[in-house]
């Protein structure tokens, strides 16, 4: 399998369960990225790693926890959650973070959609 | 802070006809990337067509061009014989050429709709 793979497809918790998005890359990227798609709202960065280490937090609420044990896999796990989290959660990847050229383009999965109760 | 305007939030086509989305974007960099991604049904954002601004000659991919005015700051896309798999949401991005691969700032997108 090829590319940015995201499960599950879609989501449904409560404000109590805990859960976990796995993104799982092919492509032998170093970069792996979370972001929050909302209806009407420009994507919002996440969180960004880099060779497995996080390299940014944009200030995301500590209900939301990344991990990425290798450069091909990253995943978010979710706890305690809030309605106003509900939204569609993409994970993309790119060969690395450095880019002067304008090449380093990410990789989108095709999301993961959270409906929390 | 570099700011994308998409003002469509939603456009029609028919196919086989041309359709042109805007984009505006704010920046204080003279040296940078726009982007077009195109999100279909299936949620996976795809890159349609890359800028850079230090290139007078607009991009071009097959039926996907752009008309790039670094002056006033636009960054249309213009789709030629629209067919129907072109139906989805197109976000216009931008990227400072300094920044990191992770310095995105995206627009809030145009959902094009492709009708017989």
């Known amino acids: 399998e090829t590319g940015v793979t995201q499960t599950p497809r879609h989501l449904v918790m409560g404000m109590t369960n805990k859960k976990s998005l796995k993104c799982e890359q092919h492509l032998g990227h170093n970069a792996m990225y979370w972001y929050k798609q909302s209806a009407k709202k420009p994507l919002e960065l996440m969180f960004v790693y880099n060779f497995k280490e996080q390299t940014e937090n944009n200030s995301v609420p500590s209900r939301f926890s990344p991990e990425c044990p290798n450069s091909s896999h990253l995943f978010l796990h979710l706890h305690t959650l809030q309605p106003e989290d509900s939204a569609l959660y993409l994970c993309?990847?790119?060969?690395?973070?450095?880019?002067?050229?304008?090449?380093?383009?990410?990789?989108f999965g095709a999301g993961s959609r959270l409906t929390v109760l | 802070a570099q700011t994308v305007t998409q003002s469509q939030p939603e456009m029609s086509v028919q196919e086989a006809e041309t359709v042109t989305l805007s984009c505006t974007y704010d920046t204080s960099e003279s040296d940078y990337y726009l982007f077009w991604y195109k999100q279909p049904p299936s949620r996976q954002m795809i890159l349609v067509i890359r800028q850079e601004a230090y290139k007078q000659q607009n991009a071009t991919e097959n039926r996907f061009s752009v008309n790039f005015q670094k002056a006033a700051k636009s960054f249309s896309l213009k789709i030629s014989d629209s067919q129907l798999g072109d139906a989805a949401m197109y976000f216009c991005a931008y990227r400072a050429r300094t920044g990191t691969a992770s310095k995105l700032t995206f627009g809030t997108g145009t959902r094009l709709q492709v009708t017989l």
């Open positions: 993309a990847s790119s060969q690395g973070l450095a880019d002067f050229s304008g090449a380093n383009v990410l990789t």
